[in-house]
């Protein structure tokens, strides 16, 4: 069975920083792409950021860039997020994802929906 | 970005009735749309992908349609385990955008 657990969560004061950890497990991490959704409370899903299996390949939501950053260590099938400069926008649970490949052609698969997720970590920013 | 407009934000309904759900797109994103349903106090869980595929273990009392920039979700026969929070996802262009969410709950 996928399984994605999501850890790092915390209280943080704005400006801080925080990291997010998945830790992956039941398929074979390194042939898919990845993300991370957020969800303020009471509030609707909010991709973030979405990394090709290979980590050469990065994308972000507007709102996010220069401050956030995706990564990956196939070795220990785990995925990253690194939080700067939060705000209190930036509040929300914030889920793993797995992305489900769209279509491949040869060894390249443009990324899809998502069809795995984690059960989330909170991540609060406030003073 | 391409906003995605579903409708109508809530919708009362009773077991047993027949669900239509929108999501209207502002700009095509051809059949690159998933449907997700999110129960409270969990994570959300792929319905639909393609605009019309079922992920591996929905009922097929689920069923998507539509492409470009109208799509639905319908519930054939609404089940008590199917009152959720349900949005739509288009995976065609960055940035990944979602709907607002179409809550439906118990009339």
């Known amino acids: 069975d996928v399984q994605l657990v999501e850890s790092g969560g915390d209280l943080v004061q704005p400006g801080g920083s925080l990291r997010l950890s998945c830790a992956a497990s039941?398929?074979?991490?390194?042939?898919?792409?990845m993300s991370w959704v957020r969800q303020a409370p009471g509030k609707g899903l909010q991709w973030v950021a979405h990394?090709?299996?290979?980590?050469?390949?990065?994308h972000y939501v507007d709102s996010v860039k220069g401050r956030f950053t995706i990564s990956r260590d196939n070795g220990k099938n785990s995925l990253y997020l690194q939080l700067n400069s939060l705000t209190a926008d930036d509040t929300a649970v914030y889920y793993c994802?797995?992305?489900?490949?769209?279509?491949?052609?040869?060894?390249?698969?443009?990324?899809?929906?998502?069809?795995?997720w984690g059960r989330g970590t909170l991540v609060t920013v406030s003073s | 970005e391409v906003v995605l407009t579903q409708s109508p934000a809530t919708l009362g309904v009773s077991p047993g009735e027949r669900v239509t759900l929108s999501c209207r797109a502002s700009?095509?994103?051809?059949?690159?749309l998933a449907w997700y349903q999110q129960k409270p106090g969990q994570s959300p869980g792929l319905l639909i992908y393609?605009?019309?595929t079922r992920a591996i273990g929905v009922p097929d009392r689920f069923s998507g349609s539509g492409s470009g920039t109208d799509f639905t979700l319908t519930i054939s026969s609404l089940q008590s385990d199917d009152f959720a929070v349900y949005y739509c996802?288009?995976?065609?262009?960055?940035?990944?955008?979602f709907g607002q969410g179409t809550k439906v709950e118990i009339k």
């Open positions: 994802a797995r992305v489900k490949p769209r279509h491949c052609i040869d060894e390249n698969c443009y990324p899809g929906s998502f069809d795995s």
């Open positions: 039941g398929f074979k991490f390194s042939t898919y792409w």
């Open positions: 990394i090709k299996k290979d980590g050469k390949e990065k």
């Open positions: 700009q095509s994103v051809s059949t690159n």
């Open positions: 393609g605009a019309s």
């Open positions: 996802q288009q995976y065609d262009f960055w940035p990944r955008t």
